[in-house]
């Protein structure tokens, strides 16, 4: 009787693990891989105040930016440029609330990056560039926008991941680069690193699929952003959600978080070699960055401020711009005029 009870025990234990492989296996395949619906033309829904700017690619083709640009007067002189990266999942709208009282200074830009807002919604083998959405790819949208553009210098003014690319350009091409202007920089990455392999299974594929549909369609990021998600109302909650007004946004979603995976950020073990000055900020209520990983940063940096916001999140340049904007004007208004040398520190 117990040899029987085991062998049936056993029975139930193999079909457990088969039915929980056929699941691993084949559960993400029903995830529906149609792209969702929209506009395939960005041009088509311009809005006041951007535009549309077509970029080279690695692969020989073009890929259109929204951008949108704000200046002191018709002629901004030898006013300063304060160029604005946003992070992941969000867009140029999250500058809305900084880009007037920054526009005082000099000339603003910010900029959807791929596959964010009203930019491209490009899948790799669309442009022949199968590295569209790798760090260095990104890095070099940037630089080809300042060109375009016709910005020679200007101060990176990055929002986490978004920081990420602000230090990453500093240390790629200093004389480009100003000063840094860090807000909560995702600098200590946490995410797991894939082998190409594992990434590109059809279940891999799949199952990012669906967590940009998550983070797209919900946008969890921007409430847990917010020290306080009351704060956000719905004009906001609408400009965080433009991207689905665009074809195959998801799956040019997931096509970045695919990428993500296995390119690991690295900028860390290099701060010590980025000599720009660098204003860093954290809000001491910032669930997704530590304050004490935004710390670290400003003390591996050779020319740091650190600044701490009370009760800000994540996202301080929405949630609390005039505290930001007061501590970038006391940070900038310290800095040596261009050509100046800074001052030494007793």
Not at 199 to 213: E, N, S
Not at 290 to 317: I, K, M, N, S
Request: hydrophobic share 45%.
């Amino acid at each position: 009787m117990l040899r029987l009870l085991f062998r049936l025990l056993l029975v139930l234990v193999v079909l457990a693990l088969g039915l929980g492989f056929i699941a691993v296996a084949v559960g993400p395949l029903l995830v529906d891989p149609a792209p969702a619906p929209g506009e395939t033309r960005p041009q088509a829904l311009e809005r006041p105040g951007s535009q549309f700017v077509s970029l080279p690619t690695a692969g020989g083709g073009t890929v259109t930016m929204h951008v949108a640009e704000r200046r002191a007067g018709d002629d901004a002189g030898e006013a300063p440029t304060f160029v604005l990266l946003h992070g992941f999942t969000f867009n140029l709208y999250t500058w809305e609330q900084l880009q007037a009282a920054l526009a005082e200074r000099g000339r603003v830009i910010a900029y959807d990056q791929i596959p964010y807002g009203l930019s491209a919604k490009l899948m790799p083998g669309a442009t022949a560039d199968p590295d569209l959405y790798a760090k260095a790819a990104t890095l070099k949208r940037l630089v080809a926008l300042l060109d375009t553009l016709g910005v020679e210098q200007a101060y990176l003014v990055g929002n986490s991941s978004g920081g990420t690319l602000a230090l990453e350009a500093a240390r790629a091409y200093p004389q480009r680069v100003r000063g840094l202007v860090l807000l909560a920089p995702w600098v200590n990455s946490k995410r797991p690193i894939l082998p190409q392999w594992l990434v590109g299974l059809p279940q891999t594929q799949r199952l990012m699929l669906l967590l940009a549909r998550t983070l797209g369609t919900d946008m969890p990021l921007l409430d847990v952003a917010y020290a306080d998600p009351g704060r956000i109302d719905e004009a906001r909650r609408a400009r965080a959600a433009v991207h689905r007004d665009m074809a195959n946004w998801d799956g040019a979603w997931a096509a970045l978080l695919a990428r993500s995976l296995t390119d690991p950020v690295e900028i860390g073990r290099h701060l010590g070699e980025i000599e720009t000055p660098a204003l860093v900020v954290t809000g001491t209520a910032d669930r997704i960055v530590p304050p004490a990983d935004t710390l670290a940063v400003a003390r591996a940096l050779p020319d740091a401020t650190y600044a701490e916001l009370p009760g800000c999140g994540h996202v301080p340049q929405e949630e609390c711009p005039a505290l930001v904007m007061d501590i970038i004007d006391q940070w900038l208004d310290g800095l040596p005029a261009p050509g100046e040398a800074r001052a030494e520190g007793p």
